[in-house]
């Protein structure tokens, strides 16, 4: 995937939240990255620390959440951990399922200087 193009909307939306808050320079980042989002982590960091360059979140720390994915049945209700996009039921068997969790691309928090 595109890391750089994240990385930098992500420099992006954490400089106007920190405007808003009338912060300067943001100290951590806290992101929360789904296993299923397709986002290398490692690559996003190496991006983020060339993006972050010369702006307030230039030496910010980066803390990644990753979020294992799960599935949820909809013929029976259950939840469980899934390893990819489509997966089978582990209780019924049905392939009827959701993936609930595991996509997420997401700041948590930030936290300024
Ligand atoms: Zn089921």
Redesign the pocket.
Known sequence: MHEMSIAMSIVDAVEARAREEGGEKISTVELEIGKLSGVETESLRFCFSAAAANSMLEGARLEIREVQPEGE?L????RFPVEFHYAK?I????FRVDVVAGRELAIRSITLE
């Not at 013929?75 to 259950?78: A, E």
């Not at 209780?91 to 049905?94: I, K, Y």
């Open positions: 049945c013929d029976c209700g259950n039921c209780s019924c068997g049905s």
